[in-house]
């Protein structure tokens, strides 16, 4: 065969996609034929003229389930900040419920003392705290009621604006 300007034979043109007359690609495609070659990274794939995106459409799908794992991790981790931040909320509420009852025993017993001095006051009898519960708002207060045969007591205690109040008869 006689060799064309280009140094091809004629008829035995590489099959690659024309660039500059008589200048052929070398990736394997042809524009003319009915399969065409697709490189995606290591993988080749050969795909007919209907599947010309496939390499695309795989593309598509990982980007798509890598979208759907960011989500999951995403909704994860405002789950666990919301279960961390009520943890956190029922823990200080507990604190302050436990040093509500403290105050209402310290209350009790300084209510019994009183009573067992002799005359307890007619008016209410505010208990005097420590500096650190007076800062943390802490008020413990008493209020005596003469009964029949009995003195009923209530205490009101605060703490940190919390406010609970409970009644002993003596």
């Known amino acids: ?15 690659g996609r024309r660039l500059v007359s008589g200048i052929h690609s070398d990736f394997g495609f042809r524009i003319s034929g009915f399969r065409r070659k ?5 993988t080749s794939l050969t795909t007919g003229r209907g599947n010309r995106y496939a390499g695309i459409s795989r593309r598509g799908f990982a980007t798509l389930t890598a979208l ?5 991790v995403g909704t994860a981790l405002a789950t666990l900040t919301l279960t961390f931040a009520a943890d956190a909320r029922r823990t200080a ?5 436990a040093q509500l009852r403290q105050l209402l025993f310290a209350g009790a017993a300084q209510a019994r003392q009183i009573i067992a001095r002799g005359q307890p006051p007619t008016g209410p009898m505010a208990i005097s705290l420590t500096s ?6 802490g008020e413990l207060v008493l209020h005596f009621h003469p009964a029949n045969k009995t003195i009923i007591t209530r205490i009101d205690a605060q703490f940190r604006s919390t406010h609970t109040s409970t009644n002993i008869e003596q």
């Open 38 to 42: 697709m490189s995606l990274g290591s």
């Open 68 to 72: 759907a794992l960011l989500s999951l």
């Open 93 to 97: 509420k507990e604190s302050t419920d």
């Open 1 to 15: 065969m006689k060799p064309s300007h280009f140094g091809f034979p004629f008829g035995s043109e590489p099959q």
């Open 132 to 137: 650190t519960l007076i800062a943390d708002g």
